[in-house]
């Protein structure tokens, strides 16, 4: 996880140094391996949170992790504003969501190169990885964030996400226009108020052909960039911490090799002991 993180840090700032972790001719594992030889455990530790401090002995720009672009670039200043992602699955048309996918990843590169070139902000919701989209099945109306999904059924959720992921992402992995992020992994519907304790419980066969199949789909043919982990618990078992679901199943049967992240707070939480004994 951590080679990924950094290679992908690497790609979407592309700095021009000298240095040959920062030779931009180099492979990016090759910089991304050189680059954590360099790094001290401390360091690596501070970069296990969304908001990555700067270090400024590497010459290494702070970054902000968290943005969001279900239906637009969210909460950075002026951007096309596109029907919540409810309504584009409605729309049952791949390719229209795959252009707008391209017309998001679009004026999130403007925005940022701007932001760069002119000492904006480059923080909070102003980065290149988007946690989006939200490939969550909605079936439980006592869940609040339905709006934000593709709807309940598996299919439709897998082939719109899909071309989301494509338009945002762009045709050439070597260069991205942006990263994409499928959350929440996985089975993350239930109660609103009960999502930070929810233990899910689905059949071996609900779990095999309702909630995850959106999710093989994105990371098999969509190839994003990240996976979102889950606030709630699987069988007992936290998502955020669940080695069938990160590992046996996400890396091993499927074959991710990008990062995984935490939603929001998700260590905190752990931190302040709020799963404790659930």
């Known amino acids: 996880m951590k080679k990924v993180f950094t290679l992908l840090f690497i790609a979407l700032i592309q700095p021009v140094f000298g240095q040959s972790w920062k030779d931009q001719h180099l492979p990016a594992d090759q910089r991304s391996a050189l680059l954590l030889k360099e790094l001290t455990t401390s360091e690596k530790i501070s970069w296990l949170m969304h908001e990555n401090p700067a270090i400024p002995r590497l010459g290494l720009p702070g970054y902000n992790w968290w943005n969001e672009a279900l239906h637009g670039v969210a909460r950075n200043g002026k951007a096309t504003v596109f029907p919540q992602a409810i309504n584009l699955a409605a729309t049952f048309d791949t390719s229209l969501v795959y252009e707008i996918g391209q017309v998001i990843s679009t004026e999130a590169r403007a925005k940022y190169n701007i932001a760069r070139q002119h000492n904006l902000n480059t923080g909070n919701y102003a980065g290149l990885t988007f946690w989006s989209p939200n490939i969550n099945i909605f079936r439980d109306p006592r869940w609040g964030r339905g709006q934000e999904t593709y709807g309940e059924d598996p299919w439709l959720t897998s082939r719109i996400g899909v071309a989301f992921v494509q338009g945002l992402q762009g045709k050439d992995p070597a260069h991205p226009r942006v990263a994409a992020c499928a959350k929440h992994f996985a089975v993350h519907s239930g109660p609103e108020g009960q999502r930070h304790s929810f233990n899910a419980f689905p059949s071996k066969k609900d779990f095999a052909e309702t909630y995850?199949?959106?999710?093989?789909?994105?990371?098999?043919?969509?190839?994003?960039r990240g996976i979102m982990c889950a606030y709630n618990r699987?069988?007992?078992?936290?998502?955020?911490?669940?080695?069938?679901?990160?590992?046996r199943l996400l890396r091993e049967e499927w074959g991710?090799?990008?990062?995984?992240?935490?939603?929001?707070?998700a260590m905190r939480l752990w931190k302040k002991g709020l799963f404790k004994n659930q």
């Open 256 to 265: 991710f090799d990008g990062y995984v992240v935490t939603d929001c707070g």
């Open 212 to 224: 995850t199949p959106a999710f093989r789909s994105l990371v098999t043919e969509g190839h994003v």
């Open 234 to 247: 699987l069988n007992n078992a936290p998502c955020c911490g669940s080695d069938s679901l990160l590992n």
